[in-house]
């Protein structure tokens, strides 16, 4: 089955407003696709909810995920599964240093799959390996988790939390904020170096600036909480362009995905 | 209070009257017993219509008959393998113990590069005039309430420690409070120490209190640091009370010039425990660090009150008290900071943060400056808070249980105050404690 990741119809709220008002999405394995969007269009609320929020209520709708009901499962079982998501605002956790939290989160992991667990010996050379990858130094995994880090220290440092659970679905939301140029390169040649035909990558951001290093295979456009244009990476360009004002005039062309793919622009 | 003793302090009045019948005490001493029971007998133990007693209620220790414990008692028979789990391993070759609250000379241990110090009790320590002079001094300390009042009627006989001049300990001392069931009764104990630090001594501390778990009993602890010019002393207070224990301890500390005292208060234990510490400034550039973490849980109540007295110029102190309550727990901070006239130049910073695991736990927070003087650097503050639903969710989505979440970010508030802490074996027992509050096997690496 080719298929990662089918959303269908999905409403979201907090506090009781809905943000996602019929979201429609189909993502293939091996497939990056980006979500765009203006402020406030709901695009970081859909990887919240992919990543099950507590805060977000899904009012309808479904997610399926590797032909499982996404919704159904706790955020650590869906982690456990291989969703994974880059925060935009990565929490510090003080008292836990990064190899401990690393190896605890890669361990659960492994215990839940049924394969082997790694001690602290085993889990550095690994953690060595994936922190090249992100051109994070040593001194990084001995420091508690993000505290102290700097804004692109502690998306790289997301970018090695994904590099070592090995996800099958990630959700990068907005990872490129407040990056500067080489850390944006840094973090994209991440992902792709990790990226393969049996993974699926969702790209939330704003700008079109990461998908010049993130090549998108599809452009999803949110508006008020609804997809209102899609295509291929060109729309990310003419977004850059024009900006997002003109898609008020755009009506909601739903359901977009006609035969489960979309066709590109 | 009325004059009258009521039936309730009739057990500490038989304790009185049979601890006077021993005549081997000196005039002022015997003296200073009968004042200090007449105080207790007036006042009674304090009540919450007593600012600071507001929030803690020791009705239940009124209430229930405890016996108090003035001699060594045989019937409180000491298992070695009690006494070796209480016993933190830097300090096994100098422990002193006391067995609800009576001195144990015969299970204690002096060796291990602390042969230098003095440590008597106070009735052989009071035929030394120079020992006399020091106990007497910290034994006439007014009595702030009618638990230091009976406190120094009833201690028997009590620990006078001395650091020579220039002495370094080698090792940490501890001094082990156990408290033994005896003779089905339910034991008050009056444990009392003197430490004198004298100029340039080094030291470590660990005061410790653990119990038998079974019946009801209370501790009434009181512990006096005089730390001369230029010593440094680090002291742990590790208060694991039984879960049917009252715990109710006074530290009083005297810096002198230029010395040094960090101290750290762990509260884990007790159904009820107040700790009053105060900290007296009375000379240029000494320097404080009152460090403190309490965690609680069930209905379990803690109260600390501190007092950080700048007396004189050029003195620093800091004061980071944390706190963890989970299910009905309730906790009271009281702390003081006094800038007296004249004492510019003074640093002070104090803070309490508590963390709430639960809807009904509480805390009572007060946090207190009092600044008589126009040059000075002094701040303060309190927080009372929650565990962050996004901060959880962070963990939860690397696939971590939420259980182990709760327990990692729990213990990322209280690392603050842990990672100060220099004996291994108190920070490992508080990594476990910490960590293993939801039973989940998360360990901290070295």
Not at chain 1, 23 to 51: D, Y
Not at chain 1, 209 to 220: C, E, K, S, T
Not at chain 2, 115 to 134: C, K, N, Q, W
């Amino acid at each position: 089955m080719n298929e990662m990741l089918e959303i269908r119809n999905l409403h979201a709220a907090i506090d009781g407003k809905e943000i996602l008002r019929g979201i429609n999405l189909k993502v293939n394995k091996g497939e990056v696709h980006a979500i765009m969007g203006p402020n406030g269009s709901g695009k970081s609320t859909l990887a919240k909810v992919l990543a099950g929020h507590p805060a977000y209520e899904v009012t309808a709708g479904e997610v399926i995920y590797d032909g499982k009901n996404l919704l159904e499962m706790s955020p650590d079982e869906r982690a456990r599964e291989g969703v994974f998501m880059a925060f935009q605002y990565p929490v510090e956790v003080p008292g836990v240093s990064n190899a401990q939290f690393l190896r605890l989160a890669y361990n659960e992991k492994q215990k839940h799959l049924g394969q082997e667990e790694l001690d602290p010996l085993e889990f550095k050379d690994l953690l060595k390996e994936k922190a090249a990858l992100v051109e994070m130094d040593a001194s990084f995994m001995a420091r508690s988790v993000n505290e102290g880090f700097s804004g692109g220290e502690k998306k790289r440092n997301e970018i090695l939390q994904m590099a070592v659970l090995d996800p099958k679905l990630s959700v990068l939301d907005e990872t490129d904020s407040g990056l500067d140029i080489d850390a944006l390169r840094i973090v994209a040649e991440g992902v792709n170096k990790l990226h393969d035909k049996d993974k699926a990558v969702i790209v939330v951001t704003h700008y079109q600036r990461l998908l010049n290093y993130i090549v998108p295979d599809f452009v999803h456009v949110l508006s008020a909480g609804r997809i209102v244009k899609e295509g291929g990476k060109e729309l990310a360009l003419e977004l850059e362009e024009k900006g997002y004002d003109w898609l008020k005039n755009v009506k909601s062309e739903p359901p977009a995905i006609a035969g489960g793919q979309v066709v590109r622009a | 209070m009325n004059m009258e003793l009521t039936s309730d302090n009739n057990s500490y009045a038989a304790a009185f009257r049979a601890l006077r019948s021993r005549a081997h005490e000196p005039a002022w001493l015997a003296e200073l017993r009968e004042r200090s029971f007449e105080l207790f007998a007036r006042t009674g133990l304090p009540t919450v219509r007593e600012e600071e007693w507001k929030y803690t209620n020791i009705a239940q220790i009124e209430k229930a008959s405890f016996s108090p414990v003035i001699e060594l008692n045989g019937a409180a028979r000491i298992d070695e393998q009690d006494l070796a789990a209480a016993t933190y391993e830097e300090a096994r070759h100098s422990r002193f113990v006391f067995v609800n609250g009576v001195f144990r000379q015969d299970l204690s241990t002096s060796g291990g590069g602390i042969d230098e110090l003095v440590a008597l009790d106070f009735t052989t320590a009071l035929r030394t005039p120079e020992y006399a002079g020091s106990i007497r001094h910290s034994l006439e300390e007014q009595q702030r309430n009618g638990f230091a009042a009976l406190n120094a009627a009833l201690f028997s006989p009590g620990l006078f420690l001395r650091f020579p001049r220039g002495f370094v300990a080698t090792s940490p001392i501890q001094l082990l409070f156990l408290t033994a069931p005896a003779n089905g009764e339910r034991p008050a104990s009056f444990p009392r120490v003197l430490v004198h630090a004298e100029a340039g001594s080094v030291a470590t501390l660990i005061e410790s209190y653990t119990a038998a778990p079974g019946r009801p009993y209370l501790t009434n602890a009181r512990i006096d640091l005089v730390i001369d010019d230029e010593a440094r002393i680090t002291h742990y207070k590790v208060q694991r009370e039984s879960g049917e224990g009252f715990h109710v301890a006074a530290t009083e500390v005297e810096l002198g010039r230029k010395s040094f005292y960090q101290s750290t208060s762990i509260n884990l234990g007790g159904k009820l425990s107040r700790h009053d510490i105060g900290v007296r400034m009375d000379h240029e550039g000494a320097e404080c660090w009152v460090d403190g973490l309490y965690m609680i849980e069930g209905e379990q109540h803690t109260d600390t009150h501190s007092v950080i007295d700048h007396r004189q110029a050029n003195c620093t102190s800091r004061q980071l008290y944390k706190g963890i309550l989970d299910g009905k727990a309730r906790a009271v901070f009281n702390g003081k900071v006094f800038v007296r006239h004249g004492a510019q130049q003074t640093d002070a910073q104090q803070t309490n943060k508590n963390l709430l695991l639960s809807k009904e736990a509480q805390v009572d927070t007060k946090p207190q400056l009092e600044i008589f003087a126009d040059d000075v650097k002094c701040t303060h503050g309190a927080a009372v808070g929650q565990l962050e639903e996004d901060e959880l969710f962070y963990l939860e989505s690397r696939g971590i249980n939420p259980a182990l979440a709760r327990n990692m970010l729990t213990y990322g508030f209280a690392e603050e105050v842990i990672e100060r802490i220099k004996i291994d074996s108190i920070r490992r027992e508080l990594d476990r404690a910490v960590l293993n509050r939801l039973h989940s096997e998360f360990q901290i690496e070295a």
